[in-house]
């Protein structure tokens, strides 16, 4: 079955102190990666499309990578006003895109 | 920028009541999608449309219609609502062709008594 698996389930990070948030897939056919950022109480905001291995894409600290079987979304030197949720998903074609469940992310300053 | 608007940001209703949930974009989106949102169950396509008139199921369509009478609006039915369609319930539209972002609201959260 297609799955996306996001890791961790929560990161806790002091300010200035970069990571990286991971998400794995198994869908064949890969036509487009995204990564969305989700505040409490909104919907998700888009940040990045990914559509081939080896692509990067960057806003601000965050930098996306992508590979045949995974993405990162690399946060350097983060605010607080990075914490967020941040969600993954997959498009594979027709209209079928599937979300991970999420890495929530909290900056301590 | 695109917008999405959904009309409630919170909505309280009874069990067994017939429930409608609106969307409206303002980016002449073909494809629009509604999604509920359970913590650690991620996002889960209910319905979604590529066309006025037009629906497709999505992975769990059961208890719920749309309807899709104008390009702009995409509406969600709760036909006899259930205590467990208590969620939240995000849409979403998007351009068509290839691989592109959706763009979503901010939400309904529903609360089923």
């Known amino acids: 079955e297609d799955q996306v698996t996001q890791s961790p389930e929560a990161l806790r990070l002091q300010e200035g102190e970069s990571s990286s948030l991971n998400c794995s897939y198994t869908?064949?056919?890969?036509?487009?990666l995204f990564w969305y950022r989700q505040d409490p109480g909104k919907g998700p905001e888009f940040l990045f499309t990914?559509?081939?291995a080896g692509e990067e894409k960057e806003k601000e600290r965050l930098k996306a990578t992508l590979t045949k079987k995974e993405s990162f979304l690399h946060i350097t030197a983060p605010k607080p006003e990075d914490s967020a949720t941040y969600l993954c998903?997959?498009?594979?074609?027709?209209?079928?895109?599937?979300f991970g469940a999420g890495t929530r992310l909290t900056v301590k300053p | 920028d695109v917008k999405v608007t959904q009309s409630s940001r919170y909505l309280v209703k009874r069990t067994g009541e017939k429930v409608f949930l609106e969307c409206v974009q303002d980016?002449?989106?073909?494809?629009m999608f509604w999604y509920r949102q359970d913590p650690g169950l991620g996002l889960r396509l209910i319905y979604f449309?590529?066309?006025?008139?037009?629906?497709e199921k999505g992975d769990i369509p059961e208890g719920y219609s749309v309807s899709r009478e104008k390009k702009e609006r995409f509406s969600l039915i709760l036909e006899s609502a259930s205590t467990n369609q208590t969620s939240m319930y995000l849409c979403?539209?998007?351009?068509?062709?290839?691989?592109?972002?959706?763009?979503f609201g901010d939400g309904t959260r529903l609360s089923i008594l």
């Open positions: 979403a539209s998007s351009s068509p062709g290839g691989s592109q972002p959706q763009h």
């Open positions: 869908v064949s056919g890969l036509r487009g």
């Open positions: 990914l559509y081939s």
């Open positions: 998903a997959v498009h594979q074609g027709s209209n079928d895109m599937r």
């Open positions: 980016m002449d989106h073909e494809n």
């Open positions: 449309s590529y066309d006025v008139k037009m629906k």
